[in-house]
């Protein structure tokens, strides 16, 4: 039996470490000025210093999304067995960092894809296993699989993949579903993400994460039919298989897209 596992992750500004990197600047300042002399320290011309886009070490993991599917061998098809979301207004971020390590570390263990996961979210994990103290020995190793090397089966990083390792520039998820048919980001982009974790609004910053990770499944799955590392039927067989757990497991709207998505690429 084979395991892969498709995760994606939304983030808010560490603002404990921004505080700790900007020393004594920072003192006295309330957050959201922090948070504007923290973007400053990266924001380009005409960009707003409030909502530019930080490095990896200065981020926290608001919201994890995964998809866990099996398939028996390399011509059988895969199968969903595990679609979820956590995010920090429910669950503590060490405890969301300590869950994905424990499905990591099942076995067999798991192929990891995502999409642009080698450029920011791996990282992200990595940084956020030093700032809360989990340990996090599969993600780095542990359980015989190298997600940390780019060119290799263990980790699939589709933007990377789809761009020949960047040697053409790099698709959007959005851009790259729209080769499926298929609209992504549909109803937030991440630059709402942190607004509607400070108004509290998790539920929907969840939605959003699981909805990335059923597109990247998707093209996962597109890109090993169109590439030949899935036989023709074994593809059709994979996403009539998505399309089913969607409609027995997660019929709700804001993945009704993605379930329609896949009964139409069964067919062709």
């Known amino acids: 039996m084979e395991r892969v596992v498709v995760f ?3 983030t808010v500004p560490d603002l404990a470490a921004g505080r700790a990197l900007l020393g004594e600047e920072a003192e006295g300042l309330a957050d959201a000025a922090l948070r504007v002399k923290l973007g400053a320290r990266y924001a380009r011309e005409g960009q707003d210093p409030a909502t530019t886009f930080l490095k990896p070490p200065l981020h926290a993991v608001a919201c994890l999304a995964l998809l866990v599917a099996e398939r028996d061998g390399a011509e059988e098809p895969w199968r969903p067995r595990r679609m979820a979301a956590r995010h920090i207004g429910e669950t503590s971020e060490p405890e969301i960092l300590a869950l994905f390590e424990r499905t990591l570390s099942q076995r067999p263990a798991p192929m990891l894809a995502g999409f642009n996961t080698s450029g920011f979210d791996l990282p992200v994990l990595r940084y956020r296993a030093i700032a809360t103290g989990v340990a996090m020995p599969s993600l780095n190793g542990g359980n015989g699989r190298d997600y940390g ?10 933007a990377d993949r789809l761009s020949g390792f960047r040697a ?3 698709p959007s998820l959005a851009e790259a579903c729209a080769l499926l048919g298929l609209t992504a980001k549909a109803g937030m982009d991440g ?3 942190e607004p509607a974790m400070a108004a509290g609004r998790g539920a929907e910053v969840a939605e959003y994460c699981e909805t990335d ?9 597109r890109f090993w039919q169109a590439t030949g590392a899935m036989p023709q039927d074994a593809a059709r ?7 089913t757990y969607l409609e027995e497991h997660r019929a709700e709207p804001h ?13 062709g």
């Open 149 to 158: 090397y780019r060119y290799g089966r263990d980790h699939i990083d589709l």
């Open 8 to 10: 994606d992750i939304e």
């Open 191 to 193: 630059s709402e993400v």
């Open 255 to 267: 993945l009704a897209d993605h379930a329609e998505t896949a009964l139409r690429l069964s067919r």
């Open 237 to 243: 067989a994979s996403f009539t298989a998505f399309a």
């Open 168 to 170: 053409s520039p790099m």
């Open 213 to 221: 990770v059923a597109a990247t499944w998707l093209l996962l799955l």
